[in-house]
């Protein structure tokens, strides 16, 4: 075989690899603002709220860490936790 023919295939897989980054790229730029209101509006709240669970927070003062009291209080201290949670699933239950 000649290298013309060789050099062919090569120029050719070039151009796909081109048309498939600039699809990539197109996809990418249509999907962001979906993705920046996504991280705004759903992702950073979530991670914050799931990092106050972990904290002491009074509005206040600053966050203060206390790890998981906030979890050892909820499931073993708060005497209100087991009827509301069974209050809940008897409405959800009954209104079926």
Not at 66 to 95: E, H, S
Request: aromatic share 16%; net charge positive.
């Amino acid at each position: 075989m000649s290298a013309a023919a060789l050099a062919l295939p090569r120029r050719n897989t070039a151009a796909r690899r081109r048309a498939q980054r600039r699809r990539r790229l197109l996809i990418l730029g249509l999907m962001s603002p979906w993705i920046v209101g996504f991280g705004v509006f759903f992702g950073y709240p979530l991670v914050y709220s799931a990092y106050l669970s972990f904290t002491h927070y009074d509005l206040l003062s600053s966050p203060r860490w206390i790890g998981t009291a906030n979890y050892d209080f909820l499931f073993g201290g708060d005497k209100q936790v087991w009827p509301a949670v069974k209050n809940t699933l008897w409405f959800m239950c009954r209104c079926r």
